[in-house]
């Protein structure tokens, strides 16, 4: 049937179409979660590949009969399709990626990461089975609701290297003819909590340096000068201490802060998530989202110094430091990295040197909620779910989503996927997926896309 002479699909026929077809996403999904494609530096580049190609296939089956992976200058090749829709159609990109972070065995995993294990309650364990190739199989399933025939024009792009140093954000700058539309749907995100939709429509930024403190020519043994010669290591503590308070707020003059007024995290979600160690508390002050999404962390992420097995009994003259801090939606990446050199080159103990080198200055990121597509999304949602839709933030970055912005000026973003971040514990031990969500998130973009494919396209396009 050509896609202009398709019948609309009533709700009650993509919930079931949607539940016929779930033992199939399933069956994707573990198959997927089988295969280790860890796009990091240093791992095997075969898993990534057979990945690649894997995916690839089942798209083109479920109706992506142009999806090819494209050539890149370097790094594992992005996956792009398209699928025409009637004539004056609203536009739609489907986002996800299909490699995963690691799962090395000192994380403490419980079951095989990589083979899907299904518990009593219902879960899907393995790496990748939440982040993110569930959204690829919920794009997949969305896809076959239509029998690969969607009502209105849909675009595909699955990185390969999201996890890493992407290399979509060249590809899209190179080639911003391929991402027009009117609307991307970004699936790599999840509810707070199985059963209770959000949107994310706020993510923090990520800006990084790495901080070297000196204090001595050359090392010194710690009998004969201990005491009164300071040590770099002991210097570069007390810095990054002077990072937070007591609380564990932290205190760096002039870095942006605020407060959120959307869906709150209970603490005890956040706890049974981050799996804290008995008596350990939780830093910082207010309620869970602010501190995780509108407020900036800071965190030291590697050290430079020597290992204990090659430690003697020296002071230490030099120790690095890589510290990253988070910085909140609406912030100036460049000016809330000033903030944090400034503080660290003038919180020196003792007089020590310091020297800041800058690396990294990934913008911060807030959606436009007052679109036609944003509109038709919580209607889908709402439907889909049954119940009211919130808004939820991200501590996490994904730079990529300024460049398609900047790409694409005109378009729309919705952030939404199964990975819900009470139980997901994505780039933990014990990843896993609530399968229901796969299943609800499904009918929720087939809901968009049927709604958007039957909207008058003056009222829907907005790029």
């Known amino acids: ?116 294990t299904t518990t009593a309650e219902g879960r899907i364990f393995g790496r990748g089975a939440s982040d993110d190739k569930s959204g690829l199989v919920t794009h997949l399933g969305t896809l076959r609701v239509f029998d690969g025939q969607p009502p209105c024009t849909v675009k ?21 003819e391929l991402f027009a539309c009117d609307l991307f749907v970004i699936c790599d995100m999840g509810n707070l909590r199985v059963g209770e939709p959000v949107f994310t429509t706020a993510l923090r930024g990520d800006v990084a340096c790495v901080v070297t403190v000196r204090t001595l020519e050359h090392p010194l043994h710690s009998g004969v000068f201990g005491g009164a010669a300071p040590d770099a290591m002991m210097a570069l503590a007390r810095l990054l201490a002077t990072l937070h308070d007591e609380d564990g707020d932290v205190v760096v003059d002039g870095v942006s802060s605020g407060t959120w007024a959307g869906e709150n995290l209970h603490e005890d979600d956040f706890r049974s998530s981050a799996d804290l160690l008995p008596g350990v508390r939780l ?38 430091a890589k510290v990253s801090m988070r910085i909140v939606p609406g912030s100036d990446p460049i000016q809330e990295l000033d903030a944090l050199v400034r503080h660290l080159e003038t919180h020196a103990p ?55 912005q900047h790409a694409v000026p005109g378009a729309e973003f919705v952030l939404w996927g199964p990975e819900d971040v009470a139980g997901s514990r994505i780039h933990s031990s014990d990843e896993s997926v609530d399968p229901t969500e796969i299943e609800r998130l499904i009918v929720t973009q087939a809901l968009l896309l049927e709604r958007l494919g039957s909207q008058d396209p003056a009222r829907t396009s907005r790029a």
């Open 156 to 176: 595909l792009i699955l990185e390969g290297m999201e996890e890493t140093e992407s290399n979509l954000e060249a590809f899209v700058e190179a080639h911003p």
């Open 283 to 320: 830093t910082g002050t207010g309620p869970i989202g602010d501190r995780l999404w509108t407020r900036p962390s800071i965190n030291a992420i590697g050290i430079d110094m020597t290992s204990i097995a090659g430690s003697s009994n020296v002071l230490i003259p030099e120790a690095r």
């Open 1 to 116: 049937m050509a896609p202009h002479t398709r019948m609309q699909l009533e709700t009650a026929d993509i919930a079931q179409k949607a539940a016929e077809l779930m033992p199939g996403v399933l069956a994707d999904l573990k198959t997927l979660v089988t295969i280790p494609s860890i796009a990091f530096p240093g791992y095997p580049e075969e898993p990534v590949r057979r990945m690649g190609e894997v995916t690839l296939q089942m798209f083109r089956d479920a109706g992506f009969r142009n999806a090819r992976l494209m050539d890149v200058p370097t790094g594992y090749p992005p996956i792009y399709g398209e699928i025409a829709g009637p004539e004056g159609s609203p536009t739609v990109v489907l986002y996800a990626h299909y490699d995963v972070q690691p799962a090395p065995t000192e994380q403490g995993w419980t079951s095989d990461p990589w083979t899907a």
């Open 350 to 404: 003792w007089g020590a040197q310091i020297d800041v080198q800058r690396t990294k200055e990934a913008p911060p990121f807030r959606c436009d909620t007052d679109g036609p597509g944003y509109a038709a999304a919580r209607w889908a949602m709402e439907t889909a779910f049954g119940t009211p839709v919130g808004e939820a933030g991200s501590g996490g970055s994904i730079p990529l989503l300024r460049t398609l």
